[in-house]
């Protein structure tokens, strides 16, 4: 041994992987001093792998994106044959598998969705939903709902509801008006009542700022990284309705809850109706390859059949990422995960009622399919948060000792303010949603003792 390896301990390959990231790249919403990623050398089905050999159950598929599993050497295999083939042509030069793709989102899509529009991710598939709605309206305001998550990019992050934009409030795009839409569990006058005031409160907004300024209301298919926040019954036909009634686009958010998610296709197919357009990534590849997709409806489309689309992506109908798409829409059909993912909801939901009697602190959980959440509160009778909205660091004291002891079981998933998430996979057996709520439920525990004593 050297002078300088005696004076300097030998890093761990994982450590240094770790320094390597902390040293010279920027993480995600996070201050940037503290962080402690997990170093992950591969992934197989619903399990993640670090460089020291521990396993984790992934039980949020990443950021709710790896909808088919990690690791499935049949999407690797199209990317790399196509690869072979081209890697790259110009968004005005076609390839087979763009228009394969185009031909089986038409297919999946109801009523007459048919026009594919290939992004390079969520918000940017957000961004060109807001500009075709202007420009085939001829209208500027975009209605969208408070505590909901569009995208980071300018306007798709103006379009949210979410605290994070706070930040940059300076930075706003113009003509975004929100809405509120409250939820179910911290409802006191009934769901009669909910849907009631959910619609007129919609209709109120629509009034003060004039219908025909509004060229579109954007919506998630289901709620996702805002708590799974379910929609009272009726409310999304209600919704429909109100935008037939006046000309405004109904876009649909299923970034996060389509391909499979929620037990459908797409989310809004749990609620009966067919939206004018649907922002699409995240479930597309699986996160195997960035990509998005915009799918329009004809009515939309033939707008411009002889006026210039204005619209435009370098990498748009990249055909790498259309060959890992047409896959994993394979591999969503020849699994049945769509069918598991509903079958398996049901189960998760009958696990965590039995949860519930075991752990006071447990409050709701609010699930569809695979997207669910559990949210924990210091009351049930007060429903006081275990961490409020948009907490403070001091403010996540339990919540953080919930989410260390998670990680410390073997486990990687979302855990916000006082939520605790469960999206895995849909390949996910009922043996490893046994093992992942054996884990979550230890580590609730620790929120049980923070409770009064009765």
Not at 176 to 181: G, S
Request: aromatic share 10%; glycine share 8%.
């Amino acid at each position: 041994m050297s002078i300088l390896e005696k004076i300097i301990p030998h890093k761990t390959e994982s450590a240094e992987i770790v320094a390597n990231n902390q040293d010279y790249t920027l993480f995600s919403w996070s201050k940037q001093k503290g962080t402690n990623p997990i170093a992950v050398k591969y992934g197989e089905g619903v399990y993640l792998y670090d460089y020291d050999g521990k396993k984790y159950i992934d039980f949020s598929s990443g950021l709710m994106n790896v909808n088919i599993g990690h690791g499935d050497q049949r999407v690797t295999d199209a990317v790399v044959k196509q690869m072979q083939e081209v890697a790259y042509v110009t968004p005005s030069c076609v390839t087979k598998a763009r228009g394969e793709l185009g031909k089986k989102l038409a297919e999946i899509c109801p009523g007459d969705l048919n026009k594919a529009f290939f992004t390079v991710c969520g918000a940017s598939s957000i961004e060109n939903a807001i500009k075709l709605a202007r420009l085939s309206t001829g209208r500027h305001k975009i209605l969208a709902r408070y505590q909901s998550y569009h995208g980071s990019s300018n306007g798709a992050m103006t379009a949210s509801g979410d605290p994070r934009k706070l930040a940059v409030d300076a930075q706003q795009a113009p003509n975004f008006v929100h809405f509120d839409l409250p939820y179910l569990y911290r409802w006191e006058y009934g769901e009669e009542n909910l849907l009631k005031e959910s619609v007129a409160g919609l209709e109120r907004i629509i009034a003060y700022e004039s219908p025909n300024n509004i060229a579109a209301i954007l919506l998630e298919g289901e709620s996702g990284s805002s708590g799974c926040l379910q929609y009272p019954a009726g409310y999304l036909k209600a919704v429909r309705e109100l935008c037939d009634k006046h000309g405004i686009l109904l876009i649909m958010d299923e970034v996060m809850s389509g391909f499979g998610r929620t037990g459908k296709w797409f989310g809004f197919q749990n609620h009966d109706i067919i939206p004018d357009m649907i922002a699409m990534a995240k479930g597309l590849t699986c996160g195997y390859l960035p990509f998005g997709c915009l799918m329009v409806s004809d009515k939309i489309a033939d707008k411009f059949d002889d006026t210039v689309l204005a619209l435009g992506l370098t990498y748009s109908a990249h055909p790498v990422c259309c060959a890992a798409a047409l896959e994993v829409l394979k591999i969503y059909e020849a699994d049945k995960l769509i069918e598991n993912a509903a079958a398996m909801g049901k189960y998760i939901e009958a696990k965590v009622e039995i949860m519930k009697t075991k752990h006071p602190s447990i409050g709701d959980f609010r699930n569809t399919g695979l997207l669910g959440c559990i949210e924990l509160v210091k009351d049930r009778k007060t429903k006081e948060p275990m961490a409020p909205f948009n907490a403070k660091p001091d403010e996540m004291t339990v919540m953080n000792k919930v989410a260390a002891k998670i990680r410390e079981l073997g486990m990687y998933t979302f855990v916000r303010w006082n939520y605790i998430f469960i999206a895995p996979p849909l390949c996910v057996t009922k043996a490893q949603i046994d093992e992942g709520l054996a884990i979550i439920s230890k580590a609730i525990s620790i929120a049980d003792e923070y409770l009064p004593v009765i």
